[in-house]
């Protein structure tokens, strides 16, 4: 039993740190240029120097809820963590980590909306460069996002012995 949870643990703080990563960094969509590469992510537009990201006036209000739900995950994802901290040693034996557990699927949500939404607003914005694809971020947020659900349900069904 020690073992699962402090594999659980291990794979919380490795999702938490991915979506830091993932928020922060920005490889969200990558593509080729007349002078390199370039690439886009949550915040920034980036060749060789990086610049105000140019988004159209009709995908500013999507781009801003991605921002806020990748963050909102974060925040989600990091109260979990000391939620789990915390019923650890306050939590009597047989009981299930349920708090832990529902935070951490309000997360999974809101990387699910996050992502989603940018997927259906953002994958083909960068059509006037050659070879556009995704990013390491944006494949850390799934992963993410099939991480925090599997440690969510894990919560919900683990039980302190």
């Not at 999507?62 to 789990?84: E, G, N, P, R, T």
């Not at 990387?111 to 990013?135: C, D, E, K, Q, W």
Request: proline letters at 1%; one cysteine or more; hydrophobic letters at 55%.
């Amino acid at each position: 039993m020690l073992v699962l949870l402090a594999g659980i643990f291990v794979v919380h703080i490795a999702t938490v740190i991915m979506l830091f990563v993932s928020t922060i960094a920005n490889v969200w969509m990558v593509g080729s240029y007349n002078f390199g590469t370039i690439s886009t992510g949550l915040w920034l537009l980036c060749n060789k120097t990086c610049t105000q990201l140019p988004v159209s006036s009709r995908d500013e209000a999507s781009l801003k809820a991605v921002q806020a739900f990748m963050i909102l995950s974060i925040i989600f994802s990091v109260v979990a963590l000391v939620l789990f901290i915390i019923q650890l040693f306050t939590l009597e034996k047989g009981k299930r980590f349920y708090m832990t557990g529902a935070v951490m699927l309000v997360c999974w949500m809101c990387i699910l909306i996050a992502v989603s939404i940018y997927t259906a607003r953002f994958t083909g914005t960068m059509a006037s460069f050659t070879n556009p694809h995704h990013g390491y971020c944006f494949i850390l947020a799934w992963i993410c996002f099939c991480f925090s659900f599997i440690i969510g349900i894990l919560y919900l069904v683990l039980r302190k012995k």
